[in-house]
């Protein structure tokens, strides 16, 4: 292999993303069931890990009302593998201790539960389990 080769294969090894449906599909547009149904995210507190491609980031921006995601840790899914949930989607408990102050309808970013967090996903997550 060539020098170039082996970088690009070093590129394309990225992590994984942990997506969660937050809130249900109910009166969502056609185009957001769509993208729902092929993320394989049925209901709310379900969980999947993605490849991090951008497809996968373009499908959950168009998401972003609905789901929250981010950089999911490599001991994320043993813990919930450990937790006793074998099959995908991983269905998830409410959060212990509550979403964040200003409720499941605001971003992340404005101190609400919904679209890109960062790491602060495994936190998220290891309360849900």
Same mark, same amino acid.
């Given at each position: ?6 970088? %690009?294969? @070093? ?5 994984? $993303?942990? @997506? $969660? ?9 056609? %185009? $957001?069931?769509?993208?729902? %149904? ?6 709310? !507190? !379900? ?11 373009? @499908? ?13 840790? @490599? ?30 309808? !605001? ?13 602060? $996903? !495994? ?7």
């Amino acid at each position: 292999m060539t020098e170039e080769h082996k970088s %690009k294969k @070093a590129k394309e090894k990225k992590g994984k $993303i942990c @997506a $969660i449906l937050l809130r249900g599909s109910v009166g969502a547009g056609p %185009k $957001i069931k769509e993208t729902l %149904k092929t993320l394989n995210l049925n209901s709310v !507190n !379900n969980c999947v890990l993605l490849e991090d491609t951008p497809s996968t980031k373009g @499908a959950l921006r168009v998401l972003q009302g609905y789901t929250t995601w981010g950089e999911a840790d @490599a001991s994320l899914e043993k813990d919930i593998q450990a937790a006793g949930r074998e099959k995908v989607p991983y269905g998830l408990h409410p959060p212990r201790g509550g979403f964040e102050r200003k409720g499941k309808r !605001n971003l992340f970013t404005s101190g609400g539960s919904l679209g890109y967090r960062g790491s602060a $996903i !495994n936190s998220l997550v290891r309360r849900m389990l």
